[in-house]
């Protein structure tokens, strides 16, 4: 094993350790992961996510208010936070009430969905959660194509994902920061923006975290 893949893996385990997460392998009595999930592929550890997502250009996704996400919502987004979650993982949801506030400080040319994996065969759990921390946004419970694609390329929840205009993949969050996480989550957000030559925002009230990076 080469001494880059070893400084790999332990990136990934400090970064797990650092922000809560769940393997989605976690609980398998549960939830066992989608069918193809890559088990062993190299997901090496960089930045504030893993490398390995596939772009999103070819698919088709329904939502919880039984619209659909299509390609032209990522054209009409200078970046898209796509969050992707779980009913039964508990990071995810202590994590919910704060991304809902966090979503309203967004400005318009920045988009904000979750995904929750076991949303179409638990609506009620999902829906309960989002109430309760009120998540005013749309929620992703199907998809074929790349959002399924993207959603096996997941190793753990929560994971969010920068998506550009273009239907690249331009950073992710993986796991949930303990604290600040509206101020994480900006910084994450601005190195997004500035990868995809795009100017950095502030948000009203957000003090951007120093990720040491």
Same mark, same amino acid.
């Given at each position: 094993m080469s001494l880059k893949r070893?400084?790999? +893996?332990? =990136?990934?385990?400090?970064s797990v350790v650092a922000l809560g997460s769940c393997g989605k392998n976690e609980d398998p009595g549960e939830y066992e992961g989608? @069918?193809?999930?890559? %088990?062993?592929?190299?997901?090496?550890? %960089?930045?504030?996510?893993?490398?390995g997502f596939p772009?999103? %250009?070819?698919? @088709?996704?329904? !939502?919880?208010?039984?619209?659909?996400? !299509?390609?032209?919502?990522?054209?009409?987004?200078?970046? !898209? =936070?796509?969050? $992707?979650?779980? !009913?039964?993982c508990g990071p995810c949801v202590n994590e919910?009430? @704060?991304?809902a506030q966090f979503t309203v400080l967004l400005p318009g040319n920045i988009g904000f969905y979750t995904l929750c994996v076991d949303g179409y065969e638990d609506t009620g759990s999902m829906a309960s959660i989002l109430g309760k921390a009120g998540y005013k946004g749309k929620t992703i419970i199907s998809g074929t194509g790349d959002i399924g694609n993207l959603v096996d390329s997941a190793m753990y929840v929560p994971t969010t994902v920068f998506v550009d205009s273009s239907g690249q +993949?331009?950073?992710?969050?993986?796991?949930?920061?303990? /604290?600040?996480?509206?101020?994480y989550y900006?910084?994450?957000?601005?190195?997004?923006? #500035?990868?995809?030559?795009?100017?950095? $925002?502030?948000?009203?009230?957000? #003090? /951007?975290?120093?990720?040491?990076e």
């Open positions: 070893i400084v790999s +893996i332990l =990136l990934v385990i400090l989608p @069918e193809g999930f890559v %088990k062993d592929q190299d997901y090496s550890y %960089k930045g504030d996510g893993f490398s772009s999103l %250009k070819s698919f @088709e996704a329904g !939502t919880d208010d039984g619209s659909s996400f !299509t390609y032209d919502d990522l054209v009409s987004r200078d970046m !898209t =936070l796509i969050n $992707i979650w779980a !009913t039964w919910m009430p @704060e991304l +993949i331009a950073g992710s969050v993986v796991g949930s920061p303990r /604290e600040n996480l509206a101020g900006l910084a994450a957000l601005n190195r997004a923006l #500035e990868s995809s030559g795009m100017s950095r $925002i502030t948000l009203p009230g957000v #003090e /951007e975290a120093d990720t040491d």
